[in-house]
């Protein structure tokens, strides 16, 4: 049975006021790989929320657990977006929130493998537009626990999620993933997409991350993956893992997006005969993700 995964926050949700101490404790020459003590000092948060808030962090793609410094997408988001005000961060974090504690590692064929978070995503949310408390809490506890005590720390944990999306003070609320529509009942499919820059750094990450061949032109056993030239439109349109359910939006959403990207240069797509075709034109994904914040 996959683990929920969620038990990082402890009782602490989403606050981006904290995760922005964090941040400044990243680019300081400790960063936050330091001792509990000496980030509590460091960052004004308390004995039971900084090990929390530095969780958080990590999670959502602005700090590197490995280094205990910003990511380079966290170095963008924190230069230009210093108080995490814009809806772009808030799409940032969400893009990689949605992998649990893994990054950008290949996913797992079953998404639940990835606790509750990317099943929530990339599950559930795709079947269940709007859903009442009750159907998350049962459908979670079919999937990860059977036990009426865990049941309830599933549901308990479940919360931070909702929380995250709805909360309009201090979480990622901007973006409308999900929105609530009367008590314990929840929506989506209104969402408030990011700027197509944006929409181009997520597609060339997941791009990197998930169409990789063998490198044609390796003269050594040890062959390297490398990204594939072009993808089929309708493989990129249903990918599990792809646009569709990161942005909340259908196939053919999905497809007006990559019509923008191409009008702007940062995809070719080739629809004269079928099978249709996407290519990348992009140089740098992170390139995008600036462009993202100087045009919101």
């Known amino acids: 049975m996959p683990e929920l995964q969620l038990s990082f926050h402890g009782t602490f949700a989403l606050k981006k006021e904290d995760v922005l101490r964090t941040l400044k404790a990243a680019t300081e020459e400790q960063g936050i790989d330091d001792t509990k003590v000496n980030l509590m000092s460091r960052t004004g948060l308390g004995n039971e929320k900084v090990l929390r808030i530095k969780a ?11 280094t ?4 380079p997408q966290g170095e963008i988001a924190y230069k230009l977006d210093p108080y995490l005000e814009s809806p772009v961060t808030d799409w940032l974090m969400h893009f990689y929130l949605t992998f649990g504690d ?3 590692n290949p996913p797992p064929e079953d998404p639940a493998d990835w606790g509750g978070w990317t099943w929530f995503i990339y599950t559930f949310l795709p079947n269940h537009q709007s ?3 009750s159907t998350l809490d049962n459908a979670a506890c079919q ?4 036990d009426k005590k865990k049941a309830k720390s599933i549901s308990d944990d479940l919360s931070k999620i909702l929380r995250a999306y709805t909360d309009k003070k201090d979480a990622i609320a901007q973006i409308n993933f999900l929105k609530t529509i009367e008590k314990d009942r929840f929506t989506t499919g209104e969402v408030s997409l990011p700027p197509d820059e944006l929409i181009g750094y997520f597609l060339a990450t997941i791009w990197e991350r998930d169409f990789l061949q063998e490198d044609p032109d390796s003269e050594t ?9 072009q993808i089929n439109t309708d493989r990129l349109l249903q990918h599990s893992y792809g646009l569709a359910p990161i942005l909340g939006i259908s196939p053919d959403k999905v497809q007006e997006a990559l019509d923008r990207l191409s009008a702007k240069g940062i995809i070719e797509q080739y629809r004269t005969v079928p099978p249709f075709q996407v290519i990348p ?5 992170l390139e995008l993700l600036e462009k993202a914040y100087g045009n919101y």
């Open 102 to 104: 893994n990054g950008l």
């Open 56 to 66: 958080w962090s990590i999670r959502s793609g602005l700090c590197d657990r490995a």
């Open 68 to 71: 205990g410094k910003l990511t």
């Open 281 to 285: 034109r992009w140089n740098n994904p």
């Open 221 to 229: 056993v040890e062959s390297y993956p490398m990204p594939i030239a």
């Open 143 to 146: 999937i990860y626990e059977t």
């Open 131 to 133: 859903f009442s408390r």
